[in-house]
């Protein structure tokens, strides 16, 4: 396992227990270590997660990373229809990550 594997699960981890701002770091650090040119759809997912959590902690509505994810992807043979990823969409959660009350964090 690669260093980076180890962030991407530890991010995992973090998100599963609840540590939230731990895993925002984990994207951070996940994220300066992927390399973007070899490993787009690995860095896109990276993006959408920080994106995403950005969003749901109320730090930043997400746009700029889910933008670069997008990005990313649209070099890809499957572009980012094959990744189910739109510029224009809103951030939604799947039901099973959807918070059970205002103000509670999803569950991952």
Known sequence: MDHLALLEETLGA???AGDYQRALTL??????????????????????????MLAMLGK????????EAYRLVSGVSDG?????CS???PITWPAST?????GSP???
């Open 14 to 16: 973090a998100t599963t």
């Open 60 to 67: 930043s509505d997400g746009a700029t990373e889910l933008r």
């Open 27 to 52: 994207t951070r650090a996940a994220l300066d270590e992927v390399d973007t040119g070899a490993e787009p759809l690995r860095a896109a997912r990276l993006l959408d997660r920080r994106g995403r």
């Open 80 to 84: 980012p229809t094959g990744c189910g």
């Open 106 to 108: 999803p569950r991952w």
């Open 98 to 102: 959807t918070p059970t009350r205002p």
């Open 87 to 89: 510029p224009t969409s």
